[in-house]
């Protein structure tokens, strides 16, 4: 059974930094693109950033770039995403979602329970 | 900028057919995709390559594609399929986009 257990979350004030980790089992992760999904309070589906198998190619919405780092280590079935610089508009649940590559497309097939992240003074 | 449009909501009886429509500019040579999240929980695929059902999504629930537009139509609706629902396509840069997410109420 595929499993995504994100962690990591919590309350940070604006401009300071958390790191998300997602546990991935049940599936060959080193085959896999990887991807964040964020969604707001109460509102819809944010795609945040995807990275390939071998960690060579990262992909970040227009809106993380420069303030988040995807990555992962596929000795330890793990995807990461160091948030630096944080905003009040990142609150939100960050999902790791397992990605898939059609038509030089992606889409998600998996996703994990998810992290609260929560940026407030 | 592009854009998915989905209704805010739709509503229908137990047992009747429910769809849910999204809108883009051009699907042209784009696949969409369909989520299912309910209340506190996670996205869970339910259509994928407009019309393909992933292993485990009951027969009801079915995807179509016609120009400019696709829909999610679940026949006999019930009442665990009460939910809110996104599409899901590319952005003309080629980076994910959803749409905007319908609540689907089951009277």
């Known amino acids: 059974e595929v499993q995504l257990v994100e962690s990591g979350g919590g309350s940070v004030q604006p401009g300071g930094s958390l790191r998300l980790s997602c546990a991935a089992s049940g599936f060959t992760f080193s085959n896999y693109w990887m991807s964040w999904v964020r969604q707001a309070p109460g509102k819809g589906l944010e795609w945040v950033a995807t990275i390939k198998q071998d960690g060579n190619e990262k992909y970040y919405v227009d809106s993380v770039k420069g303030r988040f780092t995807i990555s992962r280590d596929n000795a330890k079935n793990s995807l990461y995403l160091q948030m630096n610089s944080l905003r009040a508009e990142d609150t939100a649940v960050y999902y790791c979602?397992?990605?898939?590559?059609?038509?030089?497309?992606?889409?998600?097939?998996?996703w994990g329970q998810g992290t609260l992240v929560t940026v407030s003074s | 900028s592009y854009e998915l449009t989905q209704p805010p909501s739709v509503s229908v009886s137990p047992g009747q057919t429910a769809r849910i429509t999204c809108s883009a500019d051009a699907f042209a040579n784009q696949y969409a995709y369909w989520y299912q999240q309910k209340p506190g929980q996670a996205p869970v695929l339910v259509i994928c390559?407009?019309?393909e059902r992933p292993s485990g999504i009951p027969e009801r629930f079915s995807g179509s594609s016609s120009g400019s537009t696709v829909t999610l139509t679940i026949s006999g609706v019930q009442a665990e399929d009460e939910a809110d629902y996104y599409c899901q396509s590319a952005a003309s840069s080629g980076t994910p986009l959803f749409g905007g997410g319908t609540k689907l109420t089951v009277l």
């Open positions: 390559k407009d019309t």
């Open positions: 979602a397992r990605a898939r590559w059609v038509q030089s497309k992606f889409y998600f097939d998996c």
